[in-house]
């Protein structure tokens, strides 16, 4: 299966590529993103038959569905990744939290959040394919908190990539800033930017558009690809984990194949509300959508009212920053496969232009079909954590989001939810332990001893161990510096 351009072809680039290709360059023309040209389709046999599969099996099988020009070693190396998660036979355990609402923990792999989900696997089909080539690939990253250690860990010391890595000074929690500053290889690079995680993704947009840094990039015999959810190579992976949870409750006989459920997703760049939809689109039994977001509500703003406006707002800083997002990478891709290319490249280039498009009606109907939306404010969602606490249940302030959209995007309440966790609550510890003392807790690492000691659970040595290792990654600098930061760590 071959993938195609969201915004159309400029007729310089193909019109038409493989998945290596896509994921190797992940921009098309006009400054648009790779989809897939059709989407494969499973029967309830295909999900019969993977029920009691595990998650390995089903992820080959839909790799397989999307034809990747992968080799097929690579993909079981790739895979076997998933055996380093906390259990190797059920990477993504699914949780009941209330009556009619079950948790899918996408948080079990080596930097506790949802990230490793697809980067773990990613980064070595990407290394691999570079390897083939005996190409060089410089991997650019702009982190709102997870990203950035999700690919400085899947990628330290692979052959072939040398990743980048920019985030918001400031604007990520003490676990997540000590997950990448830590890091040390000489493959990888990570900058601190005075700003917001708007201003590091524009950065990098702008930066993979810039013909001075392409040139300087060809001296050096490297090319630009990157790992955010623009890339293909990461939104693949995330259609798979949806179909386990939902054959997860089928196995757990808490749903009857066939049974349509709600999923609820708290998003920012759209990339796991991206997967369910394609899931949903490849025959997944899916009712409906609910997107959840934070105070910085553009998403929720757009599903209920098919006008996405970015005039006269910033972002505002909130308790789950990796939701702290205005413009959503992948809406471009769901518009693209309703609306298709030529109309995704008007609404596109007004967004860019005038920072605003709407939807006709008819193409809203088009969107409401498959989504509703909620925000949840910070308020609420410490109320959402204290609650799901008194049930037992500790999680982090994205996935309190979701209690929100559960509450109030149900039109039939007969209608069982899914919800992602996306994140442990060990990267937002000072949140969650505010939430369920009421305590302010400024610092990560008190906060976590108080939770582990008010709940009764240990903290695991990934993060425990992060306190006593010494800072590798100094820098950090001013937008207009990240260019020649770059360039020096190429050139050393
Ligand atoms: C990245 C992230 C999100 C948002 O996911 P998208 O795919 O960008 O919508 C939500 N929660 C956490 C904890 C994340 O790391």
Same mark, same amino acid.
């Given at each position: 299966m071959n993938f195609i351009e969201t915004r159309g072809n400029d007729g310089q680039k193909p019109t038409s590529i493989t998945f290596s290709q896509a994921i190797l360059s992940p921009m098309s023309s006009f400054g648009g993103v790779y989809s897939p040209e059709s989407l494969p389709s499973f029967d309830e046999a295909f999900f019969q038959a993977h029920v009691n599969s595990g998650y390995k099996t089903l992820a080959k099988d839909v790799l397989a569905a999307f034809e990747v020009d992968i080799d097929e070693s690579v993909i079981d190396e790739a895979l076997s990744l998933?055996? !380093?998660?906390?259990?190797s036979t059920n990477p993504v355990p699914v949780v009941k939290v209330y009556d009619d609402l079950y948790v899918s923990e996408l948080?079990?792999?080596?930097?506790? !959040?949802?990230k490793d989900m697809a980067l773990q696997p990613f980064g070595k089909v990407l290394s691999s394919v570079a390897q083939a080539r005996n190409e060089k690939y410089l991997i650019l990253a702009a982190t709102s908190g997870d990203t950035g250690p999700a690919a400085l860990e899947t990628f330290k010391n692979r052959d072939n990539v040398q990743v980048v890595c920019l985030y918001p000074d400031g604007g990520t929690s003490d676990v997540q800033r000590l997950q990448m500053v830590t890091e040390d290889a000489n493959n990888l690079k990570v900058i601190g930017i005075h700003g917001d995680f708007d201003d590091a993704q524009s950065a990098l947009k702008s930066l993979l558009t810039s013909e001075t840094f392409a040139e300087a990039l060809k001296e050096n015999d490297v090319s630009l690809s990157a790992a955010n959810s623009v890339n293909f190579g990461r939104i693949i992976f995330q259609t798979i984990y949806h179909i386990y949870s939902y054959l997860e409750l089928v196995r757990q006989s808490s749903i009857e194949m066939g049974e349509k459920v709600y999923l609820n997703v708290p998003s920012g760049n759209f990339g796991n509300a991206l997967g369910g939809y394609y899931a949903l689109k490849m025959?997944?039994?899916?009712?409906q959508i609910h997107i959840a977001s934070n105070n910085n509500n553009v998403l929720t703003e757009f599903i209920t009212t098919g006008k996405y406006d970015l005039r006269d707002v910033s972002v505002i800083p909130t308790t789950s920053p990796a939701m702290?997002?205005?413009?959503?990478?992948?809406i471009e891709r769901v518009l693209f496969d309703l609306l298709g290319a030529e109309r995704t490249k008007v609404l596109m280039s007004q967004l860019d232009d005038n920072k605003f498009y709407e939807l006709t009606a008819a193409e809203l109907k088009k969107v409401q079909a498959i989504f509703a939306a909620d925000f949840c404010n910070d308020e609420e969602g410490l109320a959402y954590i204290k609650q799901a606490f008194e049930v037992g249940y500790l999680m982090c302030p994205h996935t309190a989001t979701c209690f929100k959209a559960y509450d109030t995007c149900r039109e039939d309440t007969s209608i069982k939810t899914i919800a992602y966790s996306t994140a442990e609550w060990t990267k937002f510890s000072p949140v969650i332990a505010q939430a369920i003392t009421g305590e302010k807790v400024s610092n990560d690492q008190a906060a976590l001893e108080m939770i582990a000691d008010r709940a009764k659970v240990t903290i695991p040595t990934q993060i425990s161990a992060l306190f006593s290792k010494p800072i590798a990654q100094k820098t950090v600098v001013d937008k207009q510096d990240i260019e020649k930061e770059i360039l020096a760590f190429l050139n050393a």
């Open positions: 998933y055996d !380093a998660f906390d259990d948080y079990h792999g080596p930097t506790r !959040a949802f025959g997944l039994p899916v009712k702290d997002i205005l413009k959503s990478s992948n």
